[in-house]
């Protein structure tokens, strides 16, 4: 049928496209939408969750990187960047210097992250991290005795952060 310079068609077969019949399949069946919009929550839930832990095992290893990074280059300033120092006072910073001084010399076999172990997770008595534990990032030292050293990190803010134990009081 012809109107004008435009061309109507009519064939009903036109219409039922994979969209449309869709379309009308919802339009019939609420339950269909309740469940199909429980489907896409659900979906973008396990998908957030899984990108939150992407990232987050990203940036500790990142925080493992840089400490390697500062113990191969023996940079001792490098080394004090990666604490947080909220809440430290001067002589605690003091004695972390001293150790990272101690330390920095050494060689190193392996940086390596590993989660937390139950006893890194309970409350020191006497002491308490100034960030929240996240993980722990354990350094083994190139020597005959294989000497290693153990960090905490947590988040400060976007980043991890090696963790400074503080007097509980």
């Given amino acids: 049928m012809r109107h004008g ?9 036109i219409r039922s496209t994979p969209f449309s019949l869709v379309l009308q399949l919802f339009l019939r069946h609420p ?13 973008l839930g396990v998908a957030l969750v899984a990108a939150w832990g992407w990232w987050n095992a ?14 191969e280059t023996h940079d001792a300033i490098a080394m004090e ?8 006072d ?3 910073r003091g004695r972390i210097r ?10 190193i076999d392996s940086v ?4 937390l172990t139950a006893f890194d997770r309970q409350v020191s008595p006497g002491l308490r991290p100034n960030l929240t534990p996240a993980g722990t990032i354990e350094v083994t030292f190139a020597t005959t005795d294989r000497l ?6 947590g988040r400060d803010g976007f980043r991890h952060r090696l963790i400074v134990m503080l007097p509980a009081n």
Avoid at 31 to 43: E, K, T
Avoid at 60 to 69: E, F, G, M, S, Y
Avoid at 98 to 107: G, N, R, T
Wanted: glycine share 2%; hydrophobic share 50%.
């Fill in 58 to 71: 990203r940036s500790l290893r990142a925080l493992a990187d840089d400490l390697r990074q500062a113990y």
């Fill in 98 to 107: 001293f150790v990272i001084l101690q330390e920095h010399a050494l060689p």
């Fill in 90 to 92: 001067a002589a605690t």
């Fill in 81 to 88: 960047q990666l604490f947080c120092w909220d809440g430290v």
């Fill in 31 to 43: 339950w269909l939408r309740r469940l199909s919009a429980a489907l896409l929550g659900l979906l």
């Fill in 112 to 115: 390596t992250v590993r989660p």
């Fill in 5 to 13: 310079s435009c061309v109507h068609i009519s064939d009903p077969a």
């Fill in 148 to 153: 290693s050293a153990a960090y905490l990190a």
